[in-house]
C-alpha cells in the first residue's frame, strides 16, 4: 500500500539556524498538509498546499515558514531560522479527495 | 473556525471491556468527521470516517462511531477492547465546503488497556 514518508526521523538544530523537512507524499495525491504537534498537545494545522501554490495556512504558519514542491514528488517545509518553541513533531500529509494520509513524522528538536 | 474538544483526556480499561471516546465539534457549516488512531511509535492511521448518509459509522479493528447531528458530536465506540487498542485516539473535522479542507484535531485520548 503506497504511503506517505517523511525524512529525516529525527533533526537537531540550534535556534537561529535553517531546517528543511522533506515529505515525499503519496504519487497521485493532490493535496498536501504540514500539521505540528508540540508535545502533550494538539495536532495543529500549518498550511496546504494544491496546484503548486498555498491554498490556506495557518496564523502560525508565519513569515519564517515556507512550502515547496521543487521537483513534483517531494514536498518540504522550510524554517529559516528555527526559535526553541518550534520544536514539535511535523507531520506531512496528502490526499486525493477526502482522506489525507500521514506521514510517520520528523521530530524536530531545536537547542 | 472549527473546533474539537475530546472529553478524556486518559482511560485506563481491562481488555474485554467496553470503550467510548467522546468527541464534539464546533462549526456551523457541513463537517466531515473523522477518527485517527496513533499507536506507540507509529503515526496516525484513520480508523473510520463519515461524510454522509449512515451515521453510524464502522472501521477497521471493530470500531464505530455514531454522528449525532444535534449533538454536534461523533463518539468512538468498541465493545470489547484489546491489549493492542493501547494507543492514543484522535478526533478531527473538517469543512466540508473549504477544498483545501484542513483537520482540526480535538486534544486526544490516551487510551491503556490493562491485560
Known amino acids: 500500500e503506497p504511503e506517505v514518508t517523511q525524512t529525516p526521523s529525527h533533526q537537531v538544530t540550534q535556534m537561529g539556524q535553517e531546517v528543511i523537512l522533506r515529505c515525499v507524499p503519496i504519487s497521485n495525491h493532490l493535496y498536501f498538509y504540514w500539521y505540528r504537534q508540540i508535545l502533550g498537545q494538539k495536532v495543529e494545522f500549518l498550511v496546504s498546499f494544491y496546484n503548486n501554490e498555498i491554498s490556506e495556512k495557518s496564523e502560525i504558519f508565519d513569515d519564517q515558514f515556507s512550502v515547496e514542491r521543487p521537483d513534483g514528488s517531494n514536498f518540504t517545509l522550510k524554517i529559516r531560522s528555527t526559535k526553541l518553541e518550534d520544536s514539535a513533531m511535523y507531520f506531512c500529509?496528502?490526499?486525493?479527495?477526502?482522506?489525507?494520509?500521514f506521514g510517520p513524522g520528523t521530530r524536530l528538536t531545536v537547542t | 473556525a472549527q473546533s474539537v474538544s475530546q472529553h478524556n483526556h486518559h482511560v485506563i480499561l481491562s481488555e474485554a471491556a467496553s470503550l467510548e471516546l467522546g468527541c464534539n465539534y464546533s462549526y456551523g457549516g457541513t463537517v466531515n468527521l473523522f477518527w485517527y488512531v496513533q499507536y506507540p511509535g507509529q503515526h496516525l492511521q484513520l480508523l473510520l470516517k463519515y461524510f454522509s448518509g449512515d451515521p453510524l459509522v464502522k472501521g477497521i479493528k471493530g470500531f464505530e462511531a455514531e454522528f449525532i447531528k444535534s449533538k454536534f458530536s461523533f463518539n468512538l465506540r468498541k465493545p470489547s477492547v484489546q491489549w493492542s487498542d493501547t494507543a492514543e485516539y484522535f478526533c478531527a473535522v473538517n469543512a466540508r465546503s473549504n477544498a483545501g479542507n484542513m483537520l482540526t484535531f480535538g486534544g486526544g485520548t490516551r487510551l491503556m488497556v490493562k491485560p
Open positions: 500529509a496528502s490526499k486525493l479527495s477526502y482522506e489525507q494520509y
